[in-house]
């Protein structure tokens, strides 16, 4: 069955780096999406690829079948949900999705 | 650009009862999904559309949730008759083929809660 796996909870303290880490089991896929979400927003993109890239503060580690989020001099305000994504076969647009990642930030 | 917006952001409904969930995709996207978010489950896929026709429903949960796609600018996602378990929120997302590997643009949901 294709899933996505990411632990539900990761705790870090300010100013510190962040790591959140995914793996998959979707036939096919190679690329990764990150994405943020705050509540009652909309999931919003970080990064995404098939190899290592940053944007911003953000660092996306990549391996075939796992990549990692780091987010580099954490913040409060960083404190959301993180959602893992992969595409499978045919890129087909269709997205699926860990459970999340609950990110809590420690002053 | 306004994005994708769905309506309405809040339903409070009575178990039994029909509710519509209505979205716009962003204008020339060719791809529009529904997904549900838990807490338990996360985003789950329920179903998504390619120029206005279904590709694949496997994650619609049961029959009483259906989907149409009428034209490219408006879908909507019903719920015939409701439960208190259907309660969580639902987010539209629309994306452009014509761009590789396309991210999802996501609408800011609905939170429907089923008492």
């Known amino acids: 069955k294709d899933q996505v796996f990411q632990p539900s909870t990761v705790a870090s303290s300010e100013g510190a780096v962040v790591e959140i880490f995914c793996n998959h089991s979707v036939s096919n896929a190679y690329n990764f999406f990150w994405y943020l979400h705050f509540p009652g927003c909309a999931p919003r993109l970080l990064v995404k690829?098939?190899?290592?890239?940053q944007q911003g503060r953000y660092n996306m580690t990549y391996e075939r079948f796992s990549s990692s989020l780091l987010i580099l001099q954490v913040r409060e305000a960083d404190a959301a949900v993180y959602y893992c994504?992969?595409?499978?076969?045919?890129?087909?647009?269709?997205?699926?999705f860990g459970q999340g990642t609950t990110l809590q930030v420690k002053p | 650009d306004a994005g994708v917006i769905q309506s309405p952001r809040h339903e409070v409904t009575e178990m039994g009862q029909e509710v519509t969930l209505r979205c716009k995709p962003i204008s020339g996207h060719d791809y529009l999904f529904w997904y549900r978010q838990t807490m338990m489950r996360g985003l789950e896929l329920l179903i998504y559309f390619n120029n206005n026709v279904p590709i694949d429903d496997s994650g619609m949960p049961e029959d009483r949730f259906s989907a149409k796609m009428p034209n490219a600018s408006f879908s909507t996602l019903k719920i015939q008759p409701s439960e208190p378990r259907d309660s969580a929120v639902y987010f539209c997302?629309?994306?452009?083929?014509?761009?590789?590997?396309?991210?999802?643009?996501f609408g800011n949901g609905t939170r429907l809660t089923v008492t």
């Open positions: 994504a992969c595409m499978g076969s045919s890129n087909t647009g269709k997205l699926i």
């Open positions: 997302a629309s994306s452009f083929s014509g761009q590789g590997i396309s991210p999802l643009h």
């Open positions: 690829g098939s190899k290592p890239s």
